[in-house]
């Protein structure tokens, strides 16, 4: 738990500085100190280490919630928010990940061939973050939402990503047998019968 720990701070030590004022940016201090002989040192640094990644995590949900005409002009802004969310496997992004699902790295991708040559996870940074924080379950309980066709095909992408195409396939069928809505047990059935065709 410690060398993932340590390993995570030397990678936000690289990212703080782009987020925090001069006193925040020398994690990696504060992750040395975990090293420490001394109990109170280090308690006293892994809760501040905390607090950073804390602040860290607010800083890049704030960047994606400006997304409206900011981020049409810095893409890479929020291409870098997602991946590092991802990265820090944060659960408090999801819900706003499974709404950017859609989000596409280069804008335009129009052409079909385009989007058939590029891997799924660069073409949409969100797929990559949601399977790397791997919260399956909000992924599943938010598919019948996704009311585009588009986007409950990625998110099919992330269970498959996540569980396997058979766990997937029990999930998504438990998930219809559970709803007592007729239509919505409809729509479930359709979007469950398309997760064979996602590779």
Do not use: C
Request: charged share 30%; proline share 3%; glycine share 4%.
């Amino acid at each position: 738990m410690r060398n993932v720990m340590l390993v995570i701070m030397v990678f936000l030590a690289g990212h703080i500085s782009l987020y925090a004022e001069p006193p925040q940016r020398d994690i990696v201090v504060e992750a040395e100190k975990l090293r420490s002989k001394d109990r109170a040192e280090r308690d006293t640094a892994r809760v501040s280490v905390l607090r950073k990644v804390d602040r860290l995590e607010s800083e890049l949900l704030e960047t994606l919630r400006t997304r409206d005409s900011y981020l049409q002009t810095r893409r890479d802004a929020a291409i870098s928010a997602i991946e590092i969310l991802g990265r820090l496997r944060s659960h408090k992004a999801v819900p706003l990940l499974v709404e950017m699902i859609d989000f596409e790295a280069v804008k335009g991708m129009k052409d079909r061939e385009e989007r058939r040559r590029t891997p799924v996870v660069l073409a949409y940074p969100a797929v990559g973050a949601l399977v790397q924080i791997g919260d399956w379950s909000s992924v599943l309980n938010s598919i019948g939402n996704a009311g585009i066709v588009q986007k409950q095909d990625l998110l099919l992408k992330v269970l498959k990503e996540t569980l396997g195409a058979d766990l997937a396939d029990d999930a998504l069928g438990h998930l219809v047998v559970k709803q007592t809505d007729a239509k919505a047990k409809s729509r479930l059935r359709v979007i469950r019968s398309r997760l064979k065709l996602i590779n």
